[in-house]
């Protein structure tokens, strides 16, 4: 019995060798930056980046305005002031800080959320040429090390799918 296991599990990849197999390869990173949904996608982020700027400078100049007053008034005030006034330095210390973390979550949220359906799009498109055209296997070149010249490049299929020159 166990022969005859051994045997079937020799025999089965030959007739998976047999079967003609094909493969292509499509750069994924020439697609994705000709997409527009791209450039839509990086407009979006550049405006996040930027109204979270605005508001950061304002939390500085704040934070700026606020120790340039302590340092300039230090001598004259008592100490119960220049606590009191450093606490709030302090306090706008922390809040600048818990703002950049909280932006840069907000970013790398907003990205993934811009990003996935685009590259769901691609996904699905190199999907739809893999089945019209036969492949069996559809690679990124980014992630071999070798490609040989007989190798098929879909890429221009897959641009040709998602109406991209």
């Keep these: 019995m166990k022969k005859l296991v051994v045997l079937l599990f020799l025999i089965l990849p030959m007739g998976v060798f047999a079967q003609e197999v094909k493969i292509a390869f499509v750069k994924t990173q020439e697609i994705f930056m000709a997409m527009p949904e791209v450039s839509t996608m990086e407009s979006q982020l550049a405006d996040l980046n930027e109204k979270y700027k605005v508001e950061l400078k304002q939390m500085q100049d704040e934070y700026t305005n606020k120790y340039s ?7 004259s005030l008592t100490e119960n002031i220049k606590l009191r006034r450093m606490q709030e330095i302090d306090d706008i210390r922390s809040r600048m ?3 950049v973390q909280v932006a840069q979550q907000d970013v790398q949220k907003k990205q993934q959320e ?3 359906p685009i590259q769901q799009k691609l996904h699905d498109a190199i999907q739809s040429v893999g089945n019209e055209k036969g492949y069996t296997y559809i690679v990124d070149p980014a992630a071999l090390l070798f490609t040989g010249t007989n190798a098929v490049d879909a890429t221009s299929f897959v641009k040709t799918k998602l109406g991209l020159k």
């Design 114 to 116: 811009l990003l996935q």
């Design 69 to 75: 007053a302590y340092v300039a008034q230090q001598d």
């Design 97 to 99: 800080d818990n703002f």
